[in-house]
């Protein structure tokens, strides 16, 4: 119990140190606030003083830092600079195509590590040997060029997927592929070795003894052991995964974070810029924070050493 | 009959040369050579346009094909790998010396200053890699400079762990005990002792991290954050031949492939590099 509040503690910190960060950045970017807030448009003492206002540009730093930090756990994510809209309504309706496009990878991203590490653990060099070279390809390729690869071969050339767009279902997978394709290689990867180490322990041996087919081993017995260090490492995946989502939304012109994030970078609205990262942190903690929870949960040993 | 000879007692960091490394290495043995000198692998203007041939599959005089400006790709792939290549090197540099020394400090440090830093590298880790360097791009202006102070940022707190846990381990060493116990003073025990051992690991490390460096610099630059076209740059040229991909596969796959071939043969290195270090330290 401790160690589990000791771990969501930490969560939280991390997540307000972040918010803090973001906040500084907002204040340290380069430029007046009010002169960008004015930009184009008509310009009066009255106009400056009511962007001031509305701001609470005027009011201390600490009162500012901390109304910010109010707001923002209210939801409240400031406003566009160059939409002039507030930024939860910029970025709320492109959540949820980012959300499908990385639940599906997720998806696959099992199905071909489980897939890959069950087939090959333990058996002939010559089959692990090429499927380790798969790996090491698609582990390198960046998610984004394998997009571009599967966008000329499945779209273009023989025409089964659509070309860019978020119509129907099928748009979805391609996009899914390309960034399960690296993370599936590296889970398989881990997976494997897990496996393979626990292959060698007698209990493998005791239940190939029982008369239980290789497979079998591997399926029922080995797998528990080597999920372990697998489900601490997809936690930290859920990073590079939505790295990567960024660049293969753009790979494919699907709506979606990486859109909007790419579009405010080019715009300098540095407030919608800062909630797409903010948000990815936020994702990104509660997921990591998650598997380690699930750890502890799976394996009682740990639970006796995080609490002493 | 066979004779068996000593092991050598030297450090041997020689690599088994499987033909895999041989291959990874003439492949990083290539691109360094387009990287230093482009000329010699291909001598033509990347930047020279032929608007009679716009668009040509590869064939003999045009290997890896033109482009929609009748450019021709394999000269803008070989001179390109000077711009993503350094990128990614500039980045890791930066990121193994800064997040190297904090991570220095940090494993020597009291527990307050530890805590904090130990606590930064967590809040920097929390934003995923590409974000962060949207994020500081944002901040500052696109192009090369800005994406390797982008990169090494989001990089850095990787190598400042890496570096942390390895200082407290050999800081707990037997032989820095004794050193202490000598009347060495912090600042020559740390640089003497504590120092050389921390540095094992980091070459191989920065290796693989040089593969992550140099594909999300490509990526960023495919986003437009990185330098600008008519710029080789290899995410750049990925970029703008993103929309001649029905008529034109060769002018994104083969520079992509190039990338790939790159990052692949980095990753192999630097993982047999890994597994060598590793059997020695066992």
Redesign the interface.
Known sequence: MTAVLKRLG?SV???W??AT?AYL?LR???GDTVDTLVGDGPDTPQIRAAIIADLGLDKPAVVQYLTYLWRLLHGDLGRSYVLQRPVVDVIGGQVWPTVKLTLLASAFCVVIALGLAVLTAGRGRWLRGFVS?VE??V????A??IG??L??LFS??LGWFP?SGDRDAAALVLPALSLALPLGGLLSQVLREGLERALEEPFALTARARGLTSYAVVARHALRHALLPTVTLAGTLI??M???A??VE??FGRPGLGEV??E???N???PV??A??ML??AV??ALSTLADLAYLLIDPRLRKEAAA | MTVVLPRPSTVDLRVRATPGTVAAVLVLGLVAVAVVAPSLIAGDDPLAADPLHTLDPPDTAHWFGTDQLGRDVFTRVVHGARYSLSIGVAATALSVAVGGLLGLVAGLSPRPVDGLLSRAFDVLSAFPEVLLALLFIALTAPGAPSLVLAIALSFAPRYGRIVRAQTMVVRRSGYVEQARTFGLSGVRLAGRHILPNVLGPLPVLATIGLGSAVVNAAALSFLGMGPQPPSPEWGAMLSESRNYLRVAWWTAVLPGATLTVTVVALTAVGRRLQRRFEGRRA
């Open positions: 930490g910190l991390v997540l140190a972040a960060a950045a340290l970017s380069p070279g090491l390809t582990v390198s390729a960046p984004f060029l571009i690869l966008l000329s273009f050339r070309v990073g590079f939505l790295s990567a960024v660049v753009r790979v994030a790419t405010a970078v080019g300098k609205d540095i810029v800062l797409v990262v990815a942190a990104y903690v």
